[in-house]
């Protein structure tokens, strides 16, 4: 299958899938959840799906088990929305990209304070 092709139909399922996840999802435990990206294999059998959750561990953890209490739910919306001959099983993945790039700007900002303060002591 062209390459092209499994890209838009990555695109348009990360797009799908949010918009599951915000509107439709009635779980409670589930916050602040947001689709990251979307990786299929080559025939669209199956697809990674890759989550940021923001918040506490605590609720890291109960968004997560209702995403997983939703994986059904989601791939049969999915299935619904996008017309391909098989609807993709889903797996999800925490992305920790976000909170990675959040710890290097945090470094970053540090190393910015402590020269400015060994500048002023000078």
């Not at 992305?95 to 910015?112: C, G, N, R, T």
Request: aromatic share 6%; charged share 35%.
């Amino acid at each position: 299958m062209s390459q092209m092709r499994v890209e838009k139909v990555q695109e348009l399922m990360k797009q799908e899938i949010s918009e599951i996840i915000l509107r439709e999802l009635k779980d409670p435990r589930i916050g602040f959840v947001t689709v990251t990206s979307v990786a299929c294999t080559g025939d669209l059998r199956e697809a990674k799906v890759y989550v940021s959750i923001m918040g506490n561990d605590e609720q890291i953890k109960a968004s997560w088990d209702g995403l997983m209490s939703s994986l059904g739910f989601i791939r049969r919306e999915v299935g619904k929305r996008i017309r391909l001959r098989f609807t993709p099983e889903l797996h999800f993945a925490l992305d920790k990209s976000l909170d990675y790039s959040a710890h290097i700007q945090e470094l970053l900002l540090q190393v910015e304070r402590e020269k400015k303060e060994a500048r002023s002591d000078a």
